[in-house]
């Protein structure tokens, strides 16, 4: 029983992970070919460039996963933490700890490469590796 709320908990992370990311998804499926709304002069590219890098700048590509034995009774590192972060450090670090009878799963919301609440070390070791250190 509590396998299966753990699972339906994890599918509800997922799905409002997925409506935060749905927004910048629909806004990078541009196809590459179509040049309609393009500017022809040099300073229009600038100004499309630019608007790009700042696009760029809020999508989730700092991605890191921790995978990790929570509890000394079990093994095949099955717990995890997955930080999923833009280049400001803000997104959110996903983590599920499986025991022999029950997983639990915690969505934690990172601003500025910082938690407002305290961070497992598994969960900080995620951040980090997703910030590149």
């Not at 393009?38 to 630019?50: C, N």
């Not at 700890?97 to 029950?102: A, D, M, N, Q, Y």
Request: glycine share 8%; aromatic share 4%.
């Amino acid at each position: 029983m509590s396998l299966t709320v753990s699972v339906l908990a994890l599918l509800v992370a997922l799905a409002a992970l997925g409506l935060e990311l749905a927004p910048r998804v629909r806004r990078s499926r541009r196809d590459p070919g179509d040049v309609s709304d393009l500017p022809e002069d040099a300073l229009g590219l600038r100004h499309e460039v630019a608007a790009l890098r700042a696009e760029a700048a809020t999508a989730l590509k700092n991605l890191a996963v921790v995978r990790y034995d929570a509890f000394e009774d079990t093994g095949g590192k099955l717990s995890w933490s997955l930080a999923l972060l833009d280049d400001r450090g803000d997104g959110t670090v996903l983590t599920s700890i499986h025991g022999r009878t029950e997983a639990r799963t915690y969505a934690k919301t990172i601003t500025g490469w910082v938690c407002e609440q305290p961070l497992s070390p598994e969960e900080s070791d995620a951040v980090e590796r997703a910030r590149g250190r």
